[in-house]
């Protein structure tokens, strides 16, 4: 392809990659609201990391925004299967940003906390030093470096963090499950994050890709994470609160009682200033999201229930 021009923030096809899964869904949804053109590919639908298919998809669709939402997300399976994870969080970005610097599209890549140590003391602003201490974490951090380094001007990573939805299988839906089964529920109180709804942080993609084509965005890191932070064992009553149930049902414990293969980040908050430089406000209070997004979340839970979907 010859290199092109992007289009207006209001013109122009949006390829959304990884589009089957939870944020994908949102953001496919919060893009016809406002009004875009959009495709959706699933991973069946495309392989980010076979360069020809990309190419093929970019032909077929030329699209001016590309979100990645596409990713190896099993945290625990990368440690043993690191190569693989790197497949599709490090060189299907770079194969998606080689194919955007060559069309003139814009790319927004979906990142993650992980590529931060997780012993921070105050909220890890944009520009914060990155530490992985998983395989999860190097993976999503080698694809951050192959869309900035790759595209310098139209790349930009967007971290995100403890994500739920009505999409799919997520932190929120399980804790609703498990009130209805168990007495009472012992959960981490020594990591900290901000739980994201992706319905704000669809919304928040879409705003940035219009500025991105506006040329009002910054190209670069922004922090896609709710306001303010709370414990895993703080979330969990908030969200039996919301089911009507006894928060006192819910016991802080430590992570020890949970080893895994691999290390979660005991501090997840992540800094917000960067979404100034683009004109756009960062995503509200974690609470007052949940509290907007329960309905949706409880429902989809409670159908998946009845059909055994």
């Known amino acids: 392809m010859s290199t092109g021009t992007p289009a207006s923030g209001t013109a122009g096809t949006w390829l959304v990659t990884g589009a089957g899964g939870m944020l994908g869904q949102d953001l496919l949804a919060r893009l016809a609201a406002a009004g875009r053109t959009?495709?959706?590919?699933?991973?069946?639908?495309?392989?980010?990391?076979?360069?020809?298919?990309?190419?093929?998809?970019?032909?077929a669709h030329a699209?001016?925004?590309?979100?990645?939402?596409?990713?190896?997300?099993?945290?625990?399976?990368?440690?043993?299967?690191?190569?693989?994870?790197?497949?599709?969080?490090?060189?299907?970005?770079?194969?998606?940003?080689?194919?955007?610097?060559?069309?003139?599209?814009?790319?927004?890549?979906?990142?993650?906390?992980?590529?931060?140590?997780?012993?921070?003391?105050?909220?890890?602003?944009?520009?914060?030093?990155?530490?992985?201490r998983s395989a999860y974490g190097r993976t999503k951090l080698a694809g951050e470096r192959a869309v900035l380094d790759t595209l310098p001007e139209r790349g930009y990573v967007v971290r995100t963090a403890w994500l739920y939805g009505a999409g799919g299988p997520n932190f929120v839906r399980t804790m609703i499950k498990l009130e209805g089964v168990k007495e009472t529920l012992d959960v981490v109180d020594d990591q900290r994050g901000q739980p994201t709804w992706t319905g704000d942080l669809a919304d928040r993609l879409v705003r940035l890709g219009a500025a991105a084509l506006d040329?009002?965005?910054?190209?670069?890191?922004?922090?896609?994470?709710?306001?303010?932070?709370?414990?895993?064992?703080?979330?969990?009553?908030?969200?039996?609160?919301l089911l009507g149930a006894d928060p006192a049902r819910v016991r802080p414990t430590t992570s020890e009682a949970f080893v895994r293969p691999a290390p979660r980040p005991a501090y997840s908050i992540l800094g917000?200033?960067?979404?100034?430089?683009?004109?756009?406000?960062?995503?509200?209070?974690?609470?007052?999201?949940?509290?907007?997004a329960f309905p949706s979340v409880l429902k989809a839970e409670r159908q998946t229930g009845v059909t055994g979907r």
């Open 272 to 292: 917000h200033d960067r979404w100034k430089s683009a004109g756009i406000e960062p995503i509200r209070d974690w609470s007052e999201a949940l509290a907007e």
């Open 38 to 59: 959009a495709v959706g590919l699933d991973r069946a639908a495309l392989d980010i990391t076979d360069p020809a298919a990309v190419r093929a998809a970019f032909t």
């Open 215 to 241: 040329g009002t965005a910054p190209a670069g890191v922004y922090h896609g994470t709710s306001g303010g932070g709370t414990s895993w064992f703080g979330f969990t009553q908030e969200i039996f609160r």
């Open 63 to 132: 699209p001016a925004v590309v979100v990645n939402c596409a990713a190896w997300t099993a945290v625990d399976d990368a440690e043993a299967k690191e190569d693989d994870a790197l497949a599709v969080n490090g060189t299907g970005p770079r194969v998606l940003a080689e194919e955007c610097r060559a069309s003139g599209a814009v790319l927004l890549q979906v990142s993650t906390d992980y590529v931060f140590a997780g012993d921070a003391e105050s909220p890890y602003p944009e520009d914060a030093p990155t530490a992985p």
